[in-house]
C-alpha cells in the first residue's frame, strides 16, 4: 500500500498505529492530585474525564516553558507524559511544591506509547492504560504498555504520516517548535494547551498578562510551499522585505496538499494569513491549519 492510500485509509476510519518514542509517563496518586497539579500546569485538570487526556504546558514562575505535557485520567490517577530528554528536571519541577500534600509521583521508565487511531472503541490490554486525545491533531487513543503488554491495531504508520497529520493541524513538536525557556504562547500552545478560566498556577501572572494586556512577540506559523519548490531545511531563515523574520522549525509533505508544508517561529508582524515569506530562492505563503485538532 502507497503512502498516500495509507493516510486516506487512516482518514477514512481504518485503523492503525505508531509507536512514539522520546515521551517519559508518571503516574500521580493520592486524594490532593488534581488539586496540586492544576496549581502547576497551564490547562485545567479539573476537567480531564476519565480515558481521557489534555494537552499542557510546565512553566517556570516567569512563564518560561519547561516541558509540553499530556495529562491523562483513569478513575484512580492521573498520568503525565513529557519529552523524555527532561525527564529528570521535569520530575523535580512537578515535586518542587509538595508539602503536606497528599500526592505520589511514580516514573515508569519501561513503559511505551503507542498511538492508535482513529477513536472508535479501545480495550487496553492487561496491566495496560489508554486516553482520547487529539496528538496529532486527529482523535485517537494514546495507548501506555508496560514491557510486558503490546498492543497493535491496523495498520503500521510511518513517521512521515503522523508528520503530514501534525503539520496539517499546525501542532507544536518538543526539539523542533518547543524548546526550554519559550513563552507558550510564542510557540503555538495557545489555546490547545491553556485555559485561562482556571485558578492560579506557576506562571499564570505572565500567560495572564500577555493575553489581556500585552501580545507574543513571535508566533507558529504553517507555510505552503509554492509549486516545484524544493525541500526546505530546517533552520532556514525566512526573510521578508529582505529582513529576517524568522526560521523553519519543522518540514513535512502533506498528503491533502500534494505538497510541501512547513512550520516557523516567525515575528508577529509576519505571521498573518496570507504573508509570503522568502526561504531561499522560494516565496511561501503564511496559511491557516488544514484541519483543527
Known sequence: MTLEALYDQILSGQAGW?????????????ADRVRYLNGQVTNDVATVEPASAIYAALLTAKGKLIADLWIGASEDALWIDGPASEKDPLEARLRRFLAADDVEF????EWTLT???????????????AFRSTRFGLPG??????????????????????????????????????QPGDLPQEVGMDPLAISYQKGCYV??????????????????????????????????P??????EAGKITSVAY?????????????????AAPGSRLQA??????????????
Open 254 to 270: 502533506s498528503f491533502t496538499r500534494k505538497a510541501e508544508l512547513a512550520l516557523g517561529i516567525v515575528k508577529r508582524a509576519s
Open 141 to 178: 487513543w494514546d495507548l501506555w504498555s508496560p514491557a510486558t503488554a503490546t498492543a497493535e491495531l491496523g495498520f503500521p504508520l510511518p513517521e512521515a504520516i503522523l508528520e503530514s497529520f501534525r503539520l496539517e493541524a499546525r501542532l507544536p513538536r518538543w526539539g523542533a517548535e518547543l
Open 115 to 129: 498511538r492508535i487511531f482513529p477513536s472508535s472503541t479501545l480495550a487496553p490490554p492487561a496491566g495496560a492504560v
Open 203 to 236: 506562571g499564570q501572572e505572565v500567560v495572564s498578562r500577555l493575553h489581556h494586556v500585552g501580545h507574543a512577540n513571535r508566533s507558529l506559523v504553517l507555510l505552503a510551499a509554492p509549486p516545484l519548490s524544493g525541500r526546505l531545511k530546517i533552520g532556514a
Open 238 to 243: 525566512l526573510c521578508q522585505h529582505g529582513q
Open 106 to 109: 511514580e516514573r515508569l521508565d
Open 280 to 293: 531561499g530562492d522560494s516565496i511561501w505563503e503564511v496559511i491557516a491549519p488544514l484541519r483543527a485538532p
Open 18 to 30: 505508531a509507536t512514539i518514542p522520546h515521551r517519559a509517563l508518571w503516574k500521580v496518586t493520592g
